[in-house]
């Protein structure tokens, strides 16, 4: 490997109207490497990786290929440069097929002009067994979990005899065994030499994976370090600037009495009789594999899908909840594991999405009065720590951990006791990861009771006081964790099943 | 060097922002002058009266049409619901009195928009859905229409009052028509801004998954605003047919485009969720100005439909473009 340069990106500027999004950033990456690029929400990576793959067109700056300088206008001619991009929301067209979406736009056709199924099916078969994975090249994407896509994904990159592969985040929506099967394909990717650009905001996978990490952070290279040669603290640090405290803030158990108590939950073919009890002032993680039944099961507990069966008590008596505004009557607020499409209506203002729970409380005779609604979104942004301009600036504009921030803040102000909270920390940065684990504290101090679902065993470990394991639609197994003394194999041997 | 930059790209970005927020109002000036330049008639206080005259049946359907389409639904039933309510608000003269016969055709109207509305919301429909079914509920508000007249225009009332929603005048100066739509104007634009039904109307049309999931009634909601478009097509539908002295039940055909093109002009979001009814009268005006304009310079019919059919294809651009 050596000092074989495959690319380097040099003195690379961009600004967008108001922000200058990278200044002068430069990034060499040796022919075979893993290289993580790291950095919070806003850093640049994105925009980077953007321009690297023709997105974007730099405002100056130059790139060099194999010690060529190139010039990607488009993703075509990135593609013909040897270079893929693997994007967190990906490229794919759910009704085709996997061989289809391989192929995509370059089809290969028989003599007759025929498209040639059977060709480019055993060439679709032939790169999914490259990278270790038997899904049939005739299945509908759209059927494929996550992960399986991730693959096609892969499979994709290399059809384009790709050399440079960047992955954005690609082990944000995975569950740990998925994850594992993610890096062994990455290790077998190296071997053939072929270089990684892998984005993440993941310690464990930094050290696990990557050879090289380079920081960037608002816009600019802090650093580029050797992984091995360098430890979890320092590049977080370089990431936030500031030194962090411990990742996961301490807390005493306040557990009280029952809060919720869910009796033989049913759901055709998704929920198996599901029983569970909530206490006052706990927080209960839920942990299991994608797929495992955890965003099901509190979605039927909020009455966002209907359930076959099961009765739901809350504070011992029994409530029947049939849609979010039964739930929110009594009290229930769930966080969902998709900020973007069911927490927050994104071209809507702060303040409009935070008192979307409880209008009634902001409303006489009909009208919004509008001072009072300021005042709480004021206080409410003022509590969490919510980083906006204002609270009239539109959610969409807003960064990842304070969108986040204000999908809390709105149910804290529908006065919900029991509050669930479905992946609250996937896709933000740590610094407000932290943030996050600091308002669980202060929410169970306060006497509310936490469901935390989570894909990230570490955090479910950390903060829950009990923790559930589901497995195919059921509980299979429930830990008492409040001397946090679990341990993440427990975890995984009964999610696996 | 670099704070250069920097300086002058937020200045750039403030005349952006500023185009970007009132493109439409700069358009409508723009029109303004041009016209009056071009046509010596064009400023006279009789043909703004005129203007008003003939937008004004257009701007009470779009004020509805606003609710809809803030929803980010779609209702191409109401030009038929119109004809109906035309219909109706004559025919039924004979035997329910003027006032039972506006009542009738006003509910006639409003039910007849809600059944569009329960099915919408049952099917949780798109606006592709909404386009289709709409479409469909069109054919079969014409035929009753048709149907209740035999095909025949009814003659027009013999009611004063009547016949003075079309074409009388209020105060002296302001022709009825106008001042209806003044009124509906300002009661839509104070629900849509003022009201917790006109915000939760803004939220659902935002992410109707995130409001439902938020307590917000969106099933009810996304029925109730074709109620209300079906209101005001019965509005429209009786000062047409007080200002053209009849019952055609022809009366509407085209009406739901003309509406739908003026929220869209305006600048209302096809997506749903940005919007307001003040965008929609300035849509309303910008279309009955390009209208007159162009009969002032003596342009056929023909010609016109092919300007307004640039202009909403144009205005659909700009929507996208947004986006």
């Known amino acids: 490997m050596g000092n074989d340069i495959i690319l380097e990106m040099k ?95 370059r089809l290969k056709t028989t003599k007759s002009g025929k498209i040639d199924w059977k060709s480019i099916e055993k060439d679709a078969a032939e790169l999914m067994l490259h990278i270790g994975c038997d899904i049939d090249p005739k299945t509908p994407v759209g059927s494929l979990s996550v992960s399986q896509k991730q693959m096609v994904e892969i499979a994709k990159a290399l059809s384009y005899n ?40 993941k310690m464990d996978e930094i ?26 603290e320092e590049i977080v640090s370089n990431m936030v600037g500031r030194c962090l405290g411990q990742e996961y803030p301490k807390r005493e158990n306040y557990s009280g009495e029952k809060v919720l108590e869910v009796k033989n939950i049913n759901r055709k073919g998704v929920l198996n009789d599901v029983s569970f009890c909530l206490h006052r002032g706990e927080v209960l993680g839920i942990a299991g594999l994608v797929g495992a039944g955890r965003t099901e099961l509190v979605r039927a507990i909020f009455g966002a899908d209907r359930i076959s069966s099961g009765k739901v008590f809350v504070n011992g008596k029994e409530v029947r909840i049939k849609s979010p505004i039964d739930a929110i009557r009594n009290g229930i607020a769930l966080l969902t594991e998709d900020r973007k499409q069911q927490g927050l209506i994104l071209n ?38 919510v980083k906006t301009s204002s609270i009239n600036q539109k959610c969409i504009n807003l960064s990842g951990g304070n969108q986040q921030k204000v999908v809390l803040a709105k149910w804290l102000y529908s006065n919900a006791d029991i509050l669930i909270l479905d992946e609250p920390t996937r896709g ?70 | 060097m670099e704070v250069g930059t920097q300086k002058l790209n937020t200045s750039n970005l403030k005349i952006n922002d500023f185009l970007k927020k009132y493109k439409m109002l700069l358009v409508f000036v723009g029109m303004i002058i041009i016209s009056s330049i071009i046509s010596d ?11 008003m005259r003939q937008v004004s049946v257009n701007g009470i359907l779009a004020c509805g049409m606003t609710f809809v389409m803030l929803t980010g639904g779609f209702d191409l039933s109401v030009g038929s619901l119109i004809s109906v309510s035309a219909v109706v608000a004559i025919g039924m003269q004979d035997y329910f009195g003027v006032a039972g016969a506006i009542i009738i055709a006003l509910v006639i109207g409003a039910i007849a928009g809600s059944l569009n509305g329960i099915l919408l919301s049952k099917i949780n429909a798109n606006s592709g859905d909404a386009f289709m079914i709409t479409l469909g509920s069109q054919l079969v508000f014409a035929g009753a229409a048709l149907l209740y007249t035999n095909a025949r225009v009814l003659p027009g ?66 029925a109730i605003v074709y109620s209300i478009v079906g209101f005001t097509a019965a509005i429209a539908g009786i000062i047409l047919s007080s200002r053209t002295l009849g019952g055609s039940p022809l009366a509407g055909v085209g009406y739901e485009l003309d509406a739908i093109a003026a929220v869209i002009v305006g600048g209302t979001s096809l997506a749903g969720g940005e919007g307001s009814v003040m965008r929609t009268l300035l849509g309303v005006f910008i279309i009955g100005v390009l209208s007159n304009i162009l009969n002032l310079i003596g342009l056929s019919s023909f010609n016109q439909m092919i300007v307004k059919g640039i202009v909403i294809v144009l205005a659909v651009w700009l929507d996208v473009k947004k986006q």
């Open chain 1, 11 to 105: 003195n690379i500027c961009k600004s967008f109207p108001g922000v200058v999004a990278l200044n002068n950033v430069s990034l060499s990456i040796k022919r075979g490497e893993v290289h993580a690029l790291c950095g919070e929400n806003g850093a640049g990576k994105s925009t980077l990786m953007k321009i690297l793959y023709g997105i974007y067109r730099a405002d100056s700056g130059e790139i060099w290929i194999n010690g060529e300088k190139r010039n990607i206008t488009s993703p075509v001619k990135a593609q013909e440069n040897g270079l893929s991009i693997i994007f967190q929301e990906f490229n794919l067209v759910d009704t085709l097929s996997v061989a289809e979406n391989i192929f995509l736009g």
């Open chain 1, 162 to 201: 790709a050399e440079i592969i960047v992955m954005d985040e690609p082990s944000a929506t995975l569950t740990d065994r998925e994850m594992e099967n993610l890096y062994r394909i990455i290790q077998e990717l190296k071997e053939k030499k072929i270089t990684i650009i892998y984005i993440s905001h």
């Open chain 1, 207 to 232: 050290f696990k994976i990557t050879d090289r990490v380079t920081v960037l952070r608002d816009g600019v290279v802090i650093c580029t370090l050797d992984t091995c040669k360098t430890c979890r």
């Open chain 1, 348 to 385: 809507n203002t702060v303040k409009e999405n935070i008192s979307i729970t409880n209008l009634k409380d902001i409303v006489k005779f009909g009208l919004l009065m509008n001072s009072k609604e300021n005042n709480i979104a004021k206080e409410y942004v003022d509590r969490l720590s």
């Open chain 1, 428 to 497: 933000i940065d740590v610094g407000a990861k932290q943030e996050i684990y600091h308002i669980i504290n202060e929410l169970v101090k306060m006497g509310k009771a936490v469901i935390m679902i989570s894909s990230e065993i570490p955090e479910v470990l950390a903060l829950s006081d009990r923790i559930l394991v589901m497995h195919k639609g059921r509980i299979t197994r429930e830990f008492k964790n409040e001397s946090r003394n679990v341990t993440p194999e427990q975890v995984m041997n009964c999610a696996i099943g």
């Open chain 2, 41 to 51: 008639v064009f400023m006279t206080s009789r043909n703004i009266s005129n203007i």
């Open chain 2, 157 to 222: 009332s013999k009611s004063e009052f009547y016949n003075s929603l079309g074409q009388g005048t209020l105060f002296g100066f302001i022709p009825t028509p106008v001042f209806i739509f003044l009124i509906i104007t300002i009661i839509s634009h104070f629900i849509l801004s003022y009201t917790s039904f006109g915000r939760k109307i803004h939220l659902l049309g935002g992410n109707y998954e995130a409001a439902r999931l938020s307590g917000v009634r969106v099933y009810f909601y996304k």
